[in-house]
């Protein structure tokens, strides 16, 4: 029995609306029993919240525990790297509480010499939190990044993601981060132990080529590429030549699983 570690947006829902094949596909492997994770980029909501948001548009069960977060891996990290270590955190409210979760303590500012800055996505950064976070990274702080995403399709079209607001870090600071989230391997790793299944039986799936498919083929997993969310109506073949990445799958949507 394969396990699944799958993306959440444009795989299973875009936004507010469901993805029309997904709850049919995730009540196929819940009837075969198939373990699963949710693993998503996004840092701004806690596991609870990606597990409500799923119950209220696909209609199926989740819970918090199935779902892996870029903020609960970069709380982990630092917390592992530095236990108890004090963080100026730029994110929302998925961040903050997965690193007090993880035993960290948050700064408020620069002046508290915090040890790391962890940044992720901010919907309300402002100059001075720049200010704070590259003095304090230039003071010596880490410097960790929840994940690369440069824009966030929405429906107000294509917004700042949480790598936009690293790239004005890197450049205030001088210092490059430490990535998290997908295609790094330090969150598939947490992915992968937290399924507990050698990684080459676990499938990961996500729309995203250069994230999802990318990190899954990095930690050794299976793949499955789905032209939907971000990959809807992209030509697939000059997909892969551009990016050299290449799925072991390519579905045009989630019930086209060969052996569902
Ligand atoms: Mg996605």
Redesign the pocket.
């Known amino acids: 029995m394969p396990g699944y570690i799958l993306?959440?947006?444009?795989?299973l829902y875009a936004g507010t609306n469901p993805i029309p094949e997904a709850a049919a596909f995730l009540n196929h492997l819940r009837e075969q029993g198939a373990p699963r994770l949710f693993v998503t980029n996004n840092s701004s909501r806690t596991p609870e919240a990606v597990a409500r948001h799923l119950r209220e548009i696909l209609g199926i069960p989740a819970e918090a525990e199935e779902v892996l977060t870029s903020a609960q891996a970069a709380a982990r990290y630092q917390a592992e790297a530095a236990p108890g270590s004090r963080v100026y955190a730029i994110g929302e409210e998925g961040l903050r509480q997965a690193l007090v979760d993880a035993g960290l303590v948050l700064c408020d500012d620069a002046d508290e010499k915090p040890d790391a800055v962890v940044q992720g996505i901010d919907r309300s950064f402002t100059y001075e939190k720049l200010f704070a976070a590259s003095r304090a990274i230039r003071a010596g702080a880490a410097f960790i990044a929840t994940n690369p995403d440069l824009q966030l399709p929405t429906e107000r079209g294509l917004t700042p993601g949480s790598g936009s607001l690293t790239a004005a870090i890197r450049a205030a600071s001088g210092q490059e981060p430490v990535w998290i989230g997908k295609p790094s391997p330090i969150i598939m790793t947490y992915a992968v132990e937290k399924l507990g299944l050698p990684a080459d039986e676990i499938w990961v799936v996500?729309?995203?080529l250069r994230t999802?498919i990318a990190g899954g083929l990095a930690a050794g997993c299976r793949t499955a590429w789905v032209l939907t969310?971000?990959a809807s109506g992209v030509d697939p073949e000059a997909e892969m030549a551009a990016s050299g990445i290449r799925p072991e799958r390519i579905l045009r949507h989630l019930l086209d699983w060969p052996d569902l």
Do not use: A
Not at 7 to 11: N, Y
């Open positions: 993306d959440l947006d444009g795989t996500g729309d995203n999802d969310g971000i």
